[in-house]
């Protein structure tokens, strides 16, 4: 079947870095995304990957490895708005998208 | 850019009446748009994926005779929950997806929070 695994929860202190991991077994890899959910809100798209390296946006980065089918989520500068759930979803042979469960980030002062 | 609505934020409604949630995306045309539901702390599950001017394609488990979807235009997609039930009580997400760049991203709705009493 189809897998994708990522932490429950994680805790960080604001100003510290984070990095949010996930590994993926799908039929078939057409891109990764990460998205970011406040509670109670849509999800918002934070990155994509689909070649191996990493891919710098601002304070968040994402990076991928194809071979090991793993990537990770990097967020420097923590601050108090980041708390939210990060979702890993990765596109398979027919390009659909196959969601984790989410991360729950708490930053704490 | 890549602005999703939809519509209402949220409703209640009593057991046995029938919601329609809409979708829209505002500045660009949709090729195709999705629908999922999400129960608290739990992710994201695709109920059906559909393209304009033809029938939805649903997922397994999700009855299509309950959850009408219409998708009329490329900027236009509505899901009709039909005799809703108190376990129908969820949020629902829309997502609209455009080709940008050599990827069809996805940009999703601010939800629909439908309470059934």
């Known amino acids: 079947g189809q897998n994708i695994d990522q932490p429950t929860e994680m805790t960080a202190t604001e100003g510290a870095i984070v990095q949010i991991n996930c590994t993926y077994q799908t039929s078939g890899f057409n891109g990764l995304f990460w998205y970011q959910q406040h509670a109670g809100e849509a999800p918002t798209f934070l990155s994509y990957?689909?070649l191996d390296g990493l891919e710098e946006k601002g304070r968040f980065s994402s990076f991928l490895s194809r071979s090991k089918g793993y990537s990770y989520l990097l967020l420097k500068e923590l601050q108090m708005k980041d708390s939210a759930s990060y979702l890993c979803a990765v596109k398979d042979s027919n390009y659909q998208l196959i969601w984790g469960a989410g991360t729950k980030l708490i930053i704490k002062p | 850019g890549a602005v999703v609505s939809q519509h209402p934020s949220w409703v209640i409604c009593k057991s046995g009446t029938s919601v329609k949630i809409e979708c829209r995306s505002l500045d660009f045309q949709a090729t195709t748009m999705f629908w999922y539901r999400q129960f608290p702390k739990q992710s994201l599950m695709l109920m059906a994926t559909?393209?304009?001017?033809?029938?939805?394609?649903?997922e397994q488990g999700v009855e299509k005779d309950k959850f009408l979807i219409n998708h009329a235009s490329l900027t236009l997609s509505t899901l009709t929950v039909t005799s809703a039930h108190p376990e129908d009580s969820s949020f629902y997400i829309c997502s609209a997806s455009a080709l940008a760049g050599d990827s069809y991203e996805q940009y999703f709705g601010p939800g629909t929070r439908l309470t059934v009493t």
């Open positions: 559909s393209n304009e001017g033809s029938k939805a394609t649903y």
């Open positions: 990957n689909v």
